[in-house]
């Protein structure tokens, strides 16, 4: 009995232990740039302390009545996605991760698996989620793509008119994905221009910069490829105690 109480009090001790993995939450990353001239280029800022290990994915994939589209780079049976982000070392808050494209295909920080986007200049949508967008043969086709395994972090339009939740869902217009939202800057439509980045304030806590990032104008667009050039000079935020204030190096 002394041993199976001794037991149970290291069983729990070890549970108490053992490091909880934090779980994220929409707004936790944002997508600060995109080029769908070039290589389908994209990068994110990290706007808290990433755990190790954590995994983050990426879709084109478009959305209607909050179901993805599946062929669209989640459950290709060609090229099967999507593209995934993951690192063995914690993330701090204000690192800017940049994927360098169809060519060079790695992260510039983390490890990289599944398809890369297509990204296309006659409009699209780039989606980061953590967890799993499943196939649900139970939807109608193609809107098989089921997120109730995921969630949903940030979101951005760009290169049409913007966000539609009325017709939209074909792979160049989409619905807002679900869990995220305009008025909450985690659903943000860009530009009508093929290639964006964003250039606003980069001091402030987290909520001051996503509603920043959700702001078009502090956005600078253009649909000329040569335009784009020097808009990867910056790698990350400084964060400043206690860790909740970001200004650019």
Same mark, same amino acid.
């Given at each position: 009995?002394?041993?199976?109480?001794?037991?149970?009090?290291?069983?729990?001790?070890?549970?108490?232990?053992?490091?909880?993995?934090?779980?994220?939450?929409?707004?936790?990353?944002?997508?600060?740039?995109?080029?769908?001239?070039?290589?389908?280029?994209?990068? =994110?800022?990290?706007?808290?302390? %990433?755990? @190790?290990? *954590? +995994?983050? $994915?990426?879709?084109?994939?478009? #959305?209607?009545?909050?179901?993805?589209?599946?062929?669209?780079?989640?459950?290709?049976?060609?090229?099967?996605?999507?593209?995934? =982000?993951?690192?063995?070392?914690? %993330?701090? @808050?204000? *690192? +800017?991760? $940049?994927?360098?494209?169809?060519? #060079?295909?790695?992260?510039?920080?983390?490890?990289?698996?599944?398809?890369?986007?297509?990204?296309?200049?006659?409009?699209?949508?780039?989606?980061?989620?953590?967890?799993?967008?499943?196939?649900?043969?139970?939807?109608?086709?193609?809107?098989?793509?089921?997120?109730?395994?995921?969630?949903?972090?940030?979101?951005?339009?760009?290169?049409?008119?913007?966000?539609?939740?009325?017709?939209?869902?074909?792979?160049?217009?989409?619905?807002?994905?679900?869990?995220?939202?305009?008025?909450?800057?985690?659903?943000?439509?860009?530009?009508?221009?093929?290639?964006?980045?964003?250039?606003?304030?980069?001091?402030?806590?987290?909520?001051?910069?996503?509603?920043?990032?959700?702001?078009?104008?502090?956005?600078?667009?253009?649909?000329?490829?040569?335009?784009?050039?020097?808009?990867?000079?910056?790698?990350?935020?400084?964060?400043?105690?206690?860790?909740?204030?970001?200004?650019?190096?």
């Amino acid at each position: 009995m002394l041993f199976a109480r001794r037991m149970v009090l290291a069983v729990c001790c070890l549970l108490l232990a053992a490091p909880v993995m934090a779980q994220l939450k929409a707004g936790d990353i944002a997508l600060v740039e995109y080029n769908t001239d070039g290589e389908d280029e994209f990068a =994110w800022v990290a706007l808290c302390r %990433l755990p @190790a290990n *954590t +995994v983050i $994915r990426f879709t084109d994939s478009s #959305v209607s009545n909050g179901c993805f589209r599946w062929t669209e780079h989640l459950g290709d049976v060609v090229s099967p996605g999507p593209l995934c =982000w993951s690192h063995t070392n914690a %993330l701090e @808050a204000g *690192t +800017v991760v $940049r994927w360098r494209g169809a060519m #060079v295909r790695q992260w510039t920080v983390g490890q990289s698996s599944g398809a890369w986007p297509n990204l296309n200049s006659d409009g699209d949508q780039l989606v980061a989620y953590s967890g799993v967008i499943s196939n649900n043969p139970s939807l109608p086709a193609p809107w098989q793509g089921d997120a109730a395994g995921a969630v949903l972090l940030h979101a951005i339009n760009f290169a049409n008119s913007g966000w539609d939740n009325v017709t939209g869902g074909d792979p160049e217009s989409s619905f807002v994905p679900p869990g995220l939202s305009v008025s909450g800057g985690t659903a943000v439509h860009v530009s009508r221009l093929d290639n964006a980045c964003y250039r606003g304030i980069r001091e402030g806590d987290a909520g001051s910069l996503l509603k920043a990032i959700a702001d078009p104008a502090h956005w600078i667009a253009t649909n000329d490829l040569t335009g784009v050039e020097g808009w990867g000079v910056w790698e990350s935020f400084r964060v400043e105690p206690p860790g909740t204030v970001f200004s650019i190096r």
